[in-house]
């Protein structure tokens, strides 16, 4: 908060006597005088009111919380909390700009005002995200809060644009849940948790909450701290192409080994790594040990590409192109040979943002893939404005098509739309033989699952490729890997797999 500063006191005193002994003048400056006395005490005072969206400041919400409270335990009721915040606010600032993103909150707060009456209290907490005070018998707050999400199911109209945003709601009742300040903490906790749940939803407070925060903030505290203490690691996954069986490719995939919480699933960790903001340093350290390992087998004769997954923050970030192509520079990598793999749902945010980090991936000529495809709402349109080479189809279609006729439909609708982009298609969660000879006969490219081999360890990838004609089922063909040397004198792989040869 910008507060007025008093002049020196001494320097206004000369400048007064500047203006003569009149009476007229000294009254004037006298009254001047004290003016200017009483503004540092006015502005110091906290704002009742937020500047941006006219609502209740958070410091004047929060006291009179603590009045409603007071006077609801002396009438022996409760009061309750609704804590609502913007699903979709991150992707209007970043296509729109700031100043467009406050006239989106201007409008929020319209909206809500009118929904609520003008009796209701409202704030603006912080950010995008609003609470409101429901002092009304037991049920209006739960009932309040559903209408609200219904309501921004519509779009908002700023100037004469429209502008899609979500809502999300939690709710938090006192005496039951908390009492003073904390109500606010509580309700916030909820509505977390809903949008943890994909948002666009309202949900009352319950004390497990509270426990999934304390072990996030666990998660957090000691995932600062994974990378220096080398507790991170990648494993890979092979793809298998589709026809001739051989490895075309690997996926590196994270994995958190602690030694006390165990293995910590990357769905556990990278939300709250992402959350924290930790998600740049874990992402950097992925790509670097990707590369360098890519290094490694392309020295080896191991001449497959190489796949990370890309984040949504690291996609928005201008260094990532850049350390990208540095990287694949230095280790004499060809650009071709590695992928980067970006979910649907990033792929589709149409933002400014997104767009140019597409656009510098196409400029260094990596290999794009764009994964959990399916899930979302692509077209061709859109596609086609991709650098994508690949789609890969979100293994829970390929879970159920052997079952079901819509599953059966969207792969077969994906294969198509890869065709007509001429786009390679890639199944994932392949696990049984029967899913893999369907998609055999629907004409998938290449297909990674649990039916040809698991996430294994580097190490492990290069035996693999020396010994497939021992190891591996008669599924396969003796040479799994294509453009790999053979085997018989590998100096390169003995450097790689410590203790062969």
């Known amino acids: 908060m910008l507060i007025d500063l008093l002049q020196d006191p001494a320097g206004l005193t000369a400048g007064l006597a500047m203006l003569g002994a009149s009476a007229a003048g000294g009254a004037w400056a006298s009254n001047r005088w004290q003016r200017r006395r009483a503004r540092p005490a006015r502005s110091a005072a906290p704002s009742d009111v937020d500047r941006i969206t006219g609502s209740m400041s958070r410091a004047r919400f929060e006291a009179l919380l603590v009045e409603r409270l007071a006077a609801a335990e002396r009438r022996g009721g409760g009061i309750g909390l609704i804590y609502a915040g913007l699903d979709g606010f991150r992707l209007v600032n970043d296509n729109h700009g700031h100043v467009f993103g406050d006239e989106v909150l201007r409008s929020t707060a319209e909206r809500l005002r009118a929904l609520c009456g003008p009796a209701m209290p409202l704030c603006r907490v912080a950010g995008d995200e609003f609470a409101i005070l429901v002092d009304a018998p037991g049920g209006a707050d739960e009932a309040l809060a559903r209408r609200l999400v219904e309501a921004f199911a519509d779009a908002l109209k700023v100037g004469s644009q429209s502008v899609s945003v979500g809502l999300s709601a939690g709710i938090a009742r006192a005496p039951e849940h908390s009492g003073g300040a904390r109500l606010l903490g509580k309700a916030a906790a909820a509505m977390r948790s809903v949008k943890r749940g994909g948002g666009g939803a309202h949900a009352l407070f319950d004390p497990q909450i509270e426990a999934q925060q304390r072990e996030e903030f666990t998660i957090a505290r000691e995932l600062r701290q994974a990378i220096d203490k080398h507790e991170l690691e990648l494993v890979y996954q092979p793809k298998i192409d589709a026809q001739s069986l051989q490895v075309t490719a690997v996926e590196a995939l994270l994995r958190w080994r602690h030694p006390t919480l165990g293995a910590v699933s990357p769905a556990r960790f990278i939300p709250v790594a992402e959350k924290h903001g930790l998600i740049k340093a874990i992402g950097n350290w992925v790509l670097d040990r990707a590369l360098v390992q890519a290094a490694e087998w392309r020295r080896a004769g191991l001449r497959m590409r190489v796949a990370i997954n890309v984040s949504g923050y690291q996609m928005r970030q201008d260094e990532f192109a850049a350390r990208l192509g540095r990287g694949l520079r230095a280790h004499g990598l060809t650009p071709g040979r590695f992928t980067c793999e970006i979910t649907e749902s990033v792929a589709m945010e149409d933002t400014a943002v997104t767009r140019n980090a597409f656009a510098r991936l196409g400029e260094i000529g990596v290999h794009v893939s764009i994964d959990d495809f399916g899930t979302g709402h692509s077209n061709l349109s859109a596609l086609r404005r991709l650098p994508a080479e690949e789609l890969k189809i979100d293994r829970a279609f390929v879970a159920d098509m052997l079952h079901s006729e819509e599953a059966r439909t969207i792969v077969l609708t994906i294969l198509q739309m ?78 790689v797999i410590p203790g062969r040869g």
């Open 418 to 495: 890869a065709r007509a982009l001429k786009l390679r298609v890639v199944a994932e969660g392949v696990e049984t033989v029967a899913q893999r000879d369907l998609l055999v006969m629907l004409g998938c490219d290449e297909l990674q699952g649990y039916l040809f081999a698991r996430p294994m360890s580097a190490r492990a990838i290069g035996i693999w490729a020396c010994d497939a004609s021992s190891t591996l089922t008669q599924s396969f063909r003796p040479s799994l890997f294509k453009e790999t040397v053979a085997c018989h004198d590998p100096p390169a792989l003995r450097q």
